[in-house]
Nanobody, 124 residues
Framework: QVQLVESGGGLGQTGGSLRPSCAAS????????MGWFRQAPGKERVFVSG????????YYADSVKGRFPISRDNAKSTVDLQMASLKPKDTAIYLC?????????????????WGQGTQVTVSS
């Protein structure tokens, strides 16, 4: 059984930074690509960023490109989102997920395990 646990969200200021992290249980972490999604109240879950199993390839939504670098540490089974230049519209619950197979990164149907999420709130 795979468990994903997010941490590191919280309250940030416009222009500031936060660093959510996702810790995975299980011994197969390094075999899977991972993704971060976010969900604002009353809105659909949307893709934020993804990283290949090795960390050599990364993918970003246009809304966060250049602001939210993603990284992973396979030795520690963690994947981080280094949020910078925060904007109030970044306010959402941020969830990490394990991608299965070779489907498109942005499609949440291509992920089989999800964390509970960590709240990120950006004040203006």
């Amino acid at each position: 059984q795979v468990q994903l646990v997010e941490s590191g969200g919280g309250l940030g200021q416009t222009g500031g930074s936060l660093r959510p992290s996702c810790a995975a249980s299980g011994r197969t972490f390094s075999s899977y690509s991972m993704g971060w999604f976010r969900q604002a109240p009353g809105k659909e879950r949307v893709f934020v960023s993804g990283v290949s199993w090795s960390g050599s390839s990364t993918y970003y939504a246009d809304s966060v490109k250049g602001r939210f670098p993603i990284s992973r540490d396979n030795a520690k089974s963690t994947v981080d989102l280094q949020m910078a230049s925060l904007k109030p519209k970044d306010t959402a619950i941020y969830l990490c997920a394990r991608r299965r197979g070779a489907g498109a990164y942005p499609d949440p149907r291509n992920y089989d395990y999800w964390g509970q999420g960590t709240q990120v709130t950006v004040s203006s």
